[in-house]
């Protein structure tokens, strides 16, 4: 591994780790607020709309509009040679909820903002899981 | 329910460590530098300091407290605030009331971080939690990514293109020229710009600020402190800060200052017409569009249009980022959020050798850090005025 792309990994909490579960089963797994009903951000401590802690897990879509893209020109992950392509996307269920995401296919090339796209989930050799551009269209 | 104003707190002593592309030093021996340098300007005795406001990445994990027992300085009123690219607008509001107050009498207000090779891609990696959770993973963790996702959205949005940030990047470049603390300043052309290597896209190198070693840092205290000791000082008429402010816009385009620009300038007495000169937070020109635009000089989506109408330079009709913003001086961490307040403070009390903008009264900073992968968190300005 180059040493100048290492950097730390996320740290599983208590309150993220079925995020993270879900990720490694290829599944887009976020927290429904049982008070307020609303859907949180995947690395929320707790439901940021009303603070409470009473959340269930809801497996969501993958469904997702494209907000913004980059392509990387430097090197930024170890094994992923540059240009990277990398979106930033809102969920189907809940559009205030944002994710990123790697496009290694370039499958967002192209594509206006709004675009409809669909999320999976790859992991690395260390277990790490991260989100990735697996379709484009609802 | 309306802040109180400021009641005649002023800034004095502005002190610029000069700037180094890479140093082995440490953030430190940056900030004792200034502190120095703070005492020589202002012919005071170290222990006539009671008050210290730091800012500083490299510090961690020492905060203020050891910067005291370092320096050997003893104060009766101490803050650190680890706020990035907004530190010198927070700082100066903090120190403000303590001096209001008398919890101090001179506050000194030091931002400084060093640089080593690597350094900046080892601070990124742990800038913060939600980046090293949410886009580290996906090789998307540092300023460049997260400003271009900004860039991309914005020239979406508004139908901006590339020449209208390499207008912003070649004046604020011809601003350097005659400031020596500047690391670039060799001028640029549009043409250089737009042939500038893509780094993150659609942001270009030449859009980047370059990350250095460094410290800058002023003197607050009330006035009539700076009046008997014969200090070159100007006023702080009004300052804001704002953090995490629209937090459900999906990617950011605009920042807290459009949410408080008119407390600003009520406070102030003075429109964005009444401005002599504006020092933004320069780090990528898609944020110095967003300042233009809500700090209220032209409308949402018109910052570029307003570049290119008007003459940044200091005998321009809109000097702006007079010194040539980081930019061109380079970004010298935390330091790079007390540039603006700096050169401000230059121009007001006529010390901005070889490029003063004349007869300027009036000069708006603004400040902008934190940013959290997808969006800038803090946001903050001040109006200052010559005495």
Same mark, same amino acid.
């Given at each position: ?138 | ?189 549009? +043409?250089?710009? *737009?042939?500038? @290597?893509?780094?993150? $896209?659609?942001? &270009?190198? /030449? ?5 250095? !070693?460094?410290? +800058?840092?002023? *003197?607050?205290? @009330?006035?009539?402190? $700076?009046?008997? &000791?014969? /200090? ?5 008429? !009004?300052?804001? +800060? ?11 385009? &605009? ?133």
């Amino acid at each position: 591994m180059d040493s100048t792309l290492d950097r730390p990994l996320p740290v599983t909490t208590l309150e993220t780790e079925p995020f993270w579960e879900g990720a490694r089963a290829g599944r887009l797994v976020l927290m429904r607020c049982a008070e307020c009903g609303r859907l949180a951000p995947p690395l929320a401590p707790r439901c940021p709309a009303c603070l409470s802690a009473a959340r269930a897990p809801q497996t969501c879509s993958g469904r997702v509009s494209l907000r913004g893209r980059t392509v990387l020109h430097l090197p930024a992950l170890p094994g992923h040679p540059p240009p990277l392509v990398v979106v930033e996307c809102a969920v189907a269920e809940e559009p205030a909820v944002m994710l990123v995401a790697l496009d290694p296919e370039g499958i967002s090339e192209r594509l206006p903002p709004g675009a409809a796209l669909r999320l999976g989930f790859a992991t690395e050799a260390n277990g790490q899981a991260y989100a990735v551009v697996a379709g484009a269209g609802a | 329910m309306s802040r109180a104003a400021f009641r005649d707190v002023v800034l004095a002593c502005p002190v610029s460590v000069p700037y180094e592309r890479f140093s082995a030093r440490g953030a430190q021996y940056f900030i004792g530098t200034a502190l120095r340098g703070l005492l020589a300007e202002g012919g005071l005795a170290k222990r006539e300091v009671d008050g210290l406001c730091a800012s500083s990445f490299s510090l961690f994990p020492d905060s203020g407290i050891g910067l005291l027992r370092a320096l050997g300085l003893e104060a009766t009123w101490l803050d650190t605030i680890p706020l990035g690219g907004a530190s010198g607008i927070v700082a100066l509001r903090r120190a403000a009331r303590a001096v209001e107050s008398g919890d101090a009498d001179i506050v000194a207000c030091i931002a400084g971080d060093t640089c080593a090779p690597g350094g900046f891609r080892e601070a990124t990696a742990r800038f913060s939690q939600a980046s090293q959770d949410a886009v580290y993973p996906v090789g998307a963790g540092g300023p460049n990514a997260s400003f271009a996702m900004i860039t991309d959205h914005y020239m979406r949005r508004f139908g901006a293109v590339a020449e209208d940030f390499g207008r912003l990047c070649v004046a604020q470049r011809a601003n350097a020229g005659p400031n020596p603390r500047a690391l670039l300043r060799k001028p640029i052309t549009l +043409e250089e710009y *737009l042939a500038s @290597r893509p780094i993150s $896209a659609p942001v &270009r190198l /030449l859009d980047c600020v370059m990350p250095c !070693a460094g410290a +800058e840092a002023f *003197l607050v205290m @009330r006035r009539e402190e $700076a009046e008997a &000791r014969g /200090l070159p000082h100007c006023h702080l008429l !009004a300052a804001t +800060e704002r953090h995490n402010a629209y937090a459900d816009d999906p990617v950011q385009e &605009r920042g807290g200052w459009a949410a408080d620009r008119e407390t600003l300038f009520a406070a102030a007495g003075v429109t964005p017409a009444g401005v002599d000169l504006f020092q933004s937070y320069d780090d990528y020109p898609v944020i110095s569009f967003l300042q233009l635009e809500d700090l209220g000089f032209c409308a949402k989506g018109e910052a570029g249009a307003f570049v290119a109408a008007h003459d940044l330079s200091t005998t321009g009709d809109f000097p702006m980022n007079t010194g040539g913003g980081q930019h061109s001086t380079g970004q010298a961490g935390a330091a790079g959020g007390f540039l603006g307040l700096t050169e401000t403070l230059r121009q007001l009390t006529g010390a901005a050798e070889g490029r003063a903008v004349p007869g300027a009264r009036i000069g708006l900073v603004s400040g902008f850090g934190m940013i959290a992968y997808d969006r800038g968190l803090s946001c903050g300005a001040a109006v200052l005025a010559a005495a």
